[in-house]
């Protein structure tokens, strides 16, 4: 059974910084793809950042260089580190696995192709 954790959701102040984490276990492939979307009132979710095992990455364009997301494959833990936080970054973010395949680093992959996830953390930027 498959099981998605996230960690360190919270109120930050524009500007600010925070680093969200996700724990990940049962995964029947150790190497997949994960990644992180998040969704705001009235908006559909979207994609943030995905990473593979090798490290290659895509980042939606408004987080591009204020966001990092990383992996730790012994673990499989995955993390996002946010700097620069702006308001419009207020959202429930998730955290997401496919089970065997990768990403691509083109473009953005969509929620339909994570069939695991976790029960999201509430991120609130505050001006």
């Known amino acids: 059974q498959v099981h998605l954790v996230e960690y360190g959701g919270g109120s930050v102040k524009a500007g600010g910084s925070a680093r969200l984490s996700c724990a990940a276990s049962?995964?029947?492939?150790?190497?997949?793809?994960m990644g992180w979307f998040r969704q705001a009132p009235g908006k559909e979710r979207e994609g943030v950042a995905t990473i593979n095992a090798d490290g290659s990455a895509k980042y939606e364009d408004s987080v591009k260089g204020r966001f990092t997301i990383s992996k730790d494959n012994t673990n499989v833990t995955l993390y996002l580190d946010m700097d620069s936080l702006k308001p419009e970054d207020t959202a429930m973010y998730y955290c997401?696995?496919?089970?065997?395949?990768?990403?691509?680093?083109?473009?953005?992959?969509?929620?339909?192709?994570?069939?695991?996830w976790g029960q999201g953390t509430q991120v609130t930027v505050t001006s």
């Open positions: 049962g995964l029947p492939s150790v190497s997949s793809c």
């Open positions: 997401a696995a496919k089970s065997n395949l990768r990403c691509s680093t083109a473009n953005m992959e969509s929620q339909g192709v994570f069939p695991y």
